[in-house]
């Protein structure tokens, strides 16, 4: 098994550009989320899916939009990129199941820089 | 802001000696877990303990939960330089499915 694969590993964009992080699991995991994390602040949460056609907000949303129209994908996208989404981000998934007893997977991170 | 709050933000310490890192949440929930990260890589999960759970052990690890406090603490036991990383606690507010992490303790092994 693969597990969670993000693409692209480095991205560099100019401000105002769009762009869609992909996130691919093959475990077969109703749960996936997407995270940044930036210097000194540990993972903050962006959105949120527990399963095909659903999705939710996190503690920080503004600024990208996720969808989840397969179990396998949940791709992120920027809008409209500015310097302050500057960060790293990872993709996590995990079979929830009763009382959320199960640890999250994570990807290796997509680096994206915002110039 | 953040559901979790680690402490302290950097350990350094000498092969051999255990490390101990404390993390606080704000909210009922149902499990808190453990993770740990290398060089700014992915995460990975060391171990998880339930609400109804006040202490668990896994190799080298132990971890203690205390609910009435909101805290949680993982202690490391005969540290070795590989042991060397960030270390991260999640919580799940009880209800939702939001794994929210603290800021995370920066720990070092010196040889």
């Known amino acids: 098994n693969a597990g969670v694969t993000q693409t692209p590993k480095f991205q560099v964009l100019k401000t105002g550009q769009s762009m869609t992080l992909q996130c691919a699991q093959d475990?077969?995991?109703?749960?996936m989320s997407w995270y940044r994390q930036d210097p000194g602040m540990g993972l903050r949460l962006i959105h949120y899916?527990?399963?095909?056609?659903?999705?939710d907000q996190g503690e920080v949303p503004n600024g990208y939009n996720v969808s989840r129209s397969t179990t396998e994908d949940f791709p992120l996208r920027l809008l409209s990129a500015a310097p302050s989404q500057t960060s790293v981000y990872f993709c996590?998934?995990?079979?929830?199941?009763?009382?959320?007893?199960?640890?999250?997977?994570f990807g290796n991170g997509t680096r994206l820089t915002v110039t | 802001s953040q559901q979790g709050e680690e402490d302290p933000q950097a350990l350094s310490i000498q092969e051999g000696e255990n490390a101990t890192m404390n993390c606080s949440y704000k909210?009922?929930?149902?499990?808190l877990q453990w993770y740990r990260q290398n060089s700014g890589r992915g995460l990975v999960h060391l171990i998880l303990?339930?609400?109804?759970?006040r202490e668990k052990h896994s190799g080298r690890l132990r971890v203690t939960l205390d609910t009435s406090k909101k805290s949680s603490s993982l202690l490391i036991t005969a540290s070795r330089a590989a042991d060397t990383a960030s270390y991260f606690c999640?919580?799940?507010?009880?209800?939702?499915?939001?794994?929210?992490f603290g800021t995370g303790t920066r720990l070092k092994v010196l040889a």
């Open positions: 996590a998934s995990s079979r929830p199941g009763v009382e959320n007893n199960s640890p999250l997977h």
């Open positions: 475990m077969n995991h109703e749960y």
């Open positions: 899916s527990v399963g095909a056609g659903i999705t």
């Open positions: 909210t009922s929930i149902n499990n």
């Open positions: 303990i339930r609400s109804n759970e």
């Open positions: 999640a919580t799940d507010a009880r209800g939702t499915y939001k794994y929210i």
